[in-house]
């Protein structure tokens, strides 16, 4: 029986090769793509998943959700993806349309009919939050909750504090990280240095010669050359991909652990950082009270720490093949 998957996606260039991912997978069945306003406005992510939905022959419902975070003006990764997300290649408009159904609505009723269902995120989490706080007790529902956000152990990509999807939304993520949601955290660090494709590993891709394999390193050249100028690492750097092989087969972790996780909302020098109680010190008396909402009403979520490059990358090359 196939597992089934609901994404949560601001479909941008690196969303659209987590998306071929699942979609190809023979193993997983994606009931519904909810997509968020985040890398691009909520309108553009939804034309972006379903242009790549069409790519993979697929029909999974796309449904459109929230056009800015919770508390905050929506702040688009235009930069780093190009203007609509994809390169700006000018990829034709996909022939389907979204659902009329809001993507909260739908998270809460695919939650509720499939139950045990993997949430994959790969954006803000605005959607989760508004779905949480609309019906908190499909926390409970949702056998894996695999986020792509955060910077756990490291730097961000935004800010020196912040990943771009917890930093968009910090709120939304506060809320999600306190709901009791199973989550596994993917952070920034786990797409870089080994783990992104070089050039080798470009060409290797190009060598497949499957229109899904051109679109996959087509739609992230913009993507690569704002990750040279924030990195001086030459090649793609795919954080949502990667997120997306966890999620598919989490025997690729190679370290994890568990431990309470915060998210700063209320500094703008360290907006969106995930803090993690990495050394299990959240409960000492001189951090109790700081910590209490994490400890009283959230879980510990797995901190996913390091993976096998090479398994990943493999998961990568069948996809696309």
């Avoid at 996959?216 to 991909?241: K, M």
Wanted: negative net charge; glycine residues 8%.
């Amino acid at each position: 029986m196939k597992r089934a998957f609901l994404i949560d996606t601001d479909t941008a260039s690196d969303d659209a090769v987590a998306l071929i991912m699942a979609l190809r997978s023979p193993e997983v069945e994606v009931v519904a793509i909810t997509t968020v306003a985040g890398n691009v406005g909520v309108a553009q992510a939804s034309r972006n998943a379903l242009y790549t939905a069409e790519l993979c022959d697929s029909q999974v419902p796309v449904f459109a959700g929230a056009e800015k975070p919770l508390t905050r003006a929506h702040e688009s990764a235009s930069w780093f993806h190009g203007r609509d997300g994809l390169g700006d290649h000018g990829y034709p408009p996909p022939r389907r349309s979204v659902e009329r159904r809001s993507a909260v609505d739908a998270i809460i009723d695919t939650i509720e009919s499939q139950p045990g269902l993997v949430l994959v995120t790969l954006g803000p989490l605005t959607n989760i939050a508004l779905a949480l706080k609309k019906k908190p007790d499909i926390a409970g529902k949702v056998g894996r909750c695999v986020v792509m956000g955060g910077a756990p152990c490291c730097e961000g990509n935004v800010t020196p504090a912040a990943e771009y999807n917890i930093w968009c939304d910090p709120e939304a993520a506060r809320v999600v990280a306190r709901s009791g949601l199973l989550i596994e955290l993917i952070g920034w660090h786990l797409c870089r240095g080994e783990a992104a494709l070089n050039p080798s590993d470009i060409q290797r891709v190009l060598s497949f010669g499957t229109p899904v394999a051109k679109f996959a390193i087509e739609c992230n050249s913009r993507a690569q050359e704002a990750y040279l100028q924030q990195t001086g690492e030459h090649g793609i750097s795919l954080p949502d991909p990667v997120a997306m092989a966890v999620a598919l087969d989490p025997s690729i972790i190679t370290s994890q652990s568990e431990h309470y996780m915060e998210v700063e909302t209320d500094s703008e020098l360290t907006r969106g950082m995930t803090v993690v109680d990495r050394l299990n010190v959240a409960g000492d008396e001189r951090n109790r009270e700081v910590w209490a909402s994490a400890l009283g009403g959230g879980r510990k979520a797995k901190i996913v720490w390091t993976i096998n490059n090479a398994h990943w990358k493999q998961a990568l090359y069948a996809a696309l093949r």
